[in-house]
């Protein structure tokens, strides 16, 4: 399995649209056969700052991910609400519930 955590810190008023289009890509991310776990986290010290905890099976579900409508529009949409570059880590798991 596949861990990416992408850290996205948004400029203050366009915090109501990166929530609904991370939302709708959140909703359909789920519905990817490749996606294991999909969350959105808001910082609670720092209302700007996101926390997306996504969890693929493998590397190709991962790169289907990204040819997604429902990704592509996220990304695309990103560069109008973001403070920041954002930044991803990805991780292998070694315990995960």
Known sequence: MIVNIVTVTVKPEMREVFEEVTRYNHE?????????????????????????YEVFKDEAAVEYHKTTEH?????A?????????????????????
């Open 71 to 75: 990704y592509k529009r996220w990304a």
């Open 77 to 97: 949409e990103m560069e109008r609400c973001m403070a920041a570059p954002r930044t991803k880590e990805s991780f292998t798991v070694v315990a995960l519930d």
């Open 28 to 52: 359909n991310s789920r519905r990817e056969p490749g996606n294991v776990r999909f969350d959105v986290l808001n910082s609670a010290s720092d209302p700007n700052k996101y926390i997306l």
